[in-house]
């Protein structure tokens, strides 16, 4: 092999990139691990995380394998309400929110034991630990200094009072860099018995004060993590007269820690019902800019970058992701406004059929995905909701003309074939064979003739009282979705004689099943902010055998292949979940929309979500390309490629010839350099 090629390949060798498809993007996620508490902070030595949660105190996490981490110990006592987390050798040092901090050995991590403690003054939620040292951030009356090198008790040695309290400190060198509730404070700890105040900056607004919850320095630029007003960079080469840099913020949520690593940011978020790890570009601190953004099922607290991981506690759980070779976000690719509001949508081919709740239906081409097409619109009075498509023909829940059948045959020119204005109002329809099944809200189930579908005839109903949701059909029985007053459950109908519908069980639910889909003898139906798959093999008995629980409310579930797409209801976006095993049902990614995701449907790799007043959101949901490059087989690229290709080569072995032509020649060698520069996604 000559040499310039060896060379060539090793200047190669760090070059990587990834796919933006939501995905793809899903890759970096690792593994979790649910905790008892609430995981409010992490930190991370060797091949063990220690977590700080709540009323669960301190959670040992074994993490070698990321994908699969395991509980290896514990410890807390009653009234405990650990916030915070530091580690140093043996020791592990918690922020105890009410009663000062603690200090645990945890030389044997299966059996952690307490050695010290201090019960400080005020609240607690911050430690950091510095060559012996403990600086504890105390909310009430400020910054307190341990000497810890003899735990058994911890010895007070100094301390600073900001009437501001302190929230958290960050320590290099002889230099203390304090949060307090209006700004930030540079203090001078080279004596810690006696810490003298060099220098502060004040910012935030009356409505919104700082309130900083964590603080990184890197390179005499402070980074803080501003609870209500973003992430904040602060010049402190002058210790005596910091002054402010630069800001971001996206207004997702409250900015609750940051870790810095050379010229990249990391900073978690939390909103009301989920989190956000951000990524960003601090090269030039006055004007951070975003990388890219990873969705969390939880509000995010705590994170801690570790061998190119990143440990965020997601307040229910710890998240591992690979921060090797982050890609960019995925991207809403594209929009598409309907006049009110996109409340259903269902695709035939490239045709896609929204109900636009008070103006009717629109009918839209997606030939080109990205750039959709009106084809025409059907003006509808009062409020349309449900679509069924059966052949070329449309049926329509409407609020004034009940059932509405329509011949699509040509979908520019839709010809109104039929109506029945039925007894209660339309909430769902499924259409099999000559009957339409329609889940009449508060009336109950109504079946409907639609043989000849230019005169739709009620064959019979089932009242009952409540609200009925949705209808699915599997072989002699329908399944209604259905609440009153006294009982939430899937009412199972047999339909074996349609004049005659019966009702045979009724399977409890502890909230209303918003909807349902089956797919052979599984039935996927939601409950609240849960996927709920159930073995359907004896009909009328369903037994539930795994559970999604996701982040908010799902209103509406569609299954496409293996994966199931949920729209998460008034909040949150999109979820796709891998239903490859329905026993074991996993989260694969989350995009947020901006509008109120009721509704989705897949075209090709977009997904086309009726975003209520926001229309249709299309979000790629592309998988990561092959990589070829990767002949190690690992995700990533590395010297051990370059080595393997180099030995294949060598060999003559067939997977070395990447031009597929029988010959082994600079040829191959250029596409296997073309590949590595192009990067494994």
């Excluded at 902070?41 to 074994?62: F, H, K, T």
């Excluded at 992701?321 to 309907?338: C, H, K, R, Y």
């Excluded at 209801?569 to 329905?582: E, M, S």
Aim: net charge negative; proline share 6%; charged share 15%.
């Amino acid at each position: 092999m000559p040499i310039w090629l060896i060379v060539l390949m090793i200047a190669v060798a760090s070059i990587q990139s990834k796919g933006d498809g939501m995905l793809c993007h899903a890759r970096d996620y690792l593994g979790s691990i649910s905790t008892e508490g609430f995981a409010y902070d992490v930190a991370v030595a060797g091949n063990i995380a220690y977590i700080a949660d709540g009323p669960s105190g301190l959670q040992i996490i074994e993490q070698s394998d990321p994908r699969n981490p395991v509980l290896l110990g514990s410890y807390n006592n009653p009234g405990d309400d650990v916030r915070g987390v530091a580690v140093a050798g043996n020791r592990v040092y918690l922020a105890n929110r009410f009663s000062g901090f603690q200090i645990i050995d945890v030389s044997t991590p299966s059996q952690p034991t307490l050695i010290g403690s201090y019960d400080t003054p005020g609240f607690v939620e911050h430690i950091t630990i510095s060559n012996g040292i403990a600086y504890v951030s105390d909310i009430n009356t400020g910054l307190l200094i341990f000497d810890v090198s003899n735990p058994a008790p911890p010895l007070l040695i100094g301390s600073y009072s900001q009437n501001t309290g302190i929230i958290d400190v960050f320590v290099e060198g002889g230099n203390l860099y304090a949060t307090a509730y209006n700004g930030l404070l540079t203090i001078d700890v080279s004596d810690p018995t006696a810490p003298q105040l060099l220098g502060s900056i004040e910012f935030g607004t009356d409505e919104y004060p700082i309130g900083a919850s964590d603080i990184a320095v890197v390179n005499s630029t402070a980074y803080l993590a501003d609870r209500y007003n973003g992430l904040k960079t602060v010049d402190v080469s002058d210790l005596t007269n910091p002054v402010l840099l630069g800001s971001y913020n996206n207004n997702l949520g409250q900015y609750t820690d940051i870790a810095v690593i050379n010229t990249t940011a990391f900073a978690t978020i939390k909103s009301t019902f989920n989190g956000t790890l951000q990524i960003l570009d601090v090269s030039d601190p006055s004007t951070p800019e975003l990388i890219t953004s990873y969705e969390l099922t939880s509000p995010a607290y705590g994170l801690t970058i570790k061998d190119n991981k990143a440990f965020v506690c997601d307040i229910a759980n710890l998240e591992i992701l690979d921060m090797s070779n982050p890609p960019a976000s995925p991207q809403i690719v594209g929009s598409f406004e309907t006049p009110s509001q996109a409340v259903n949508i269902i695709t035939d081919g490239e045709l896609a059929y929204v109900s636009d709740r008070l103006t009717g239906i629109q009918i839209i081409s997606f030939a080109d995905p990205l750039n959709p097409a009106l084809i025409s619109s059907v003006p509808l009075p009062g409020s349309t909701w449900p679509i069924e498509i059966v052949g070329d023909l449309a049926y329509v829940g409407n609020s004034t003309n009940g059932l509405m059948i329509f011949d699509i045959t040509d979908p520019a020119l839709p010809i109104l074939l039929g109506t029945n204005n039925m007894l209660g109002a339309v909430a769902d329809i499924t259409v099999s064979g000559d009957i339409a099944y329609i889940a009449s809200g508060s009336f109950g189930l109504e079946l409907v003739d639609v043989s000849d579908p230019t005169n739709p005839t009620i064959i019979t109903w089932l009242s009952m009282s409540g609200t009925s949701s949705y209808v699915r059909k599997l072989g002699n029985y329908v399944y209604i979705g259905h609440h009153s007053v006294s009982q939430t459950s899937i009412r199972i109908i047999d339909i074996s004689d349609p004049t005659r519908p019966v009702l045979v069980n009724a399977y409890t639910t502890p909230t209303p099943s918003n909807n349902m889909v089956i797919v052979g003898d599984i039935g996927y139906t939601i409950i609240s902010n849960t996927l709920s798959v159930l073995d359907l093999s004896n009909p009328v008995s369903p037994t539930e055998i795994a559970t999604f629980q996701g982040r908010t409310l799902y209103k509406q579930i569609r299954i496409v292949g293996q994966r199931a797409y949920l729209p998460n209801g008034y909040y949150d976006g999109l979820d796709i979940v891998d239903i490859a095993d329905p026993f074991n049902p996993k989260l694969l990614a989350s995009k947020r929309t901006p509008g109120n995701a009721l509704d989705v449907a897949v075209i090709n790799e977009i997904a086309v979500v009726a975003d209520n007043s926001n229309g249709l959101t299309l979000i790629d949901i592309s998988d990561c390309p092959p990589c070829s490059a990767d002949f190690t087989n690992d995700g990533i690229l590395d010297f051990f490629d370059i080595s393997a290709f180099l030995t294949a080569y060598n060999a003559q072995d067939s997977i070395a010839d990447l031009t597929s032509d029988g010959v082994y020649n600079f040829f191959d060698v250029s596409a296997f350099l073309t590949a590595f520069a192009a990067g494994c996604p």
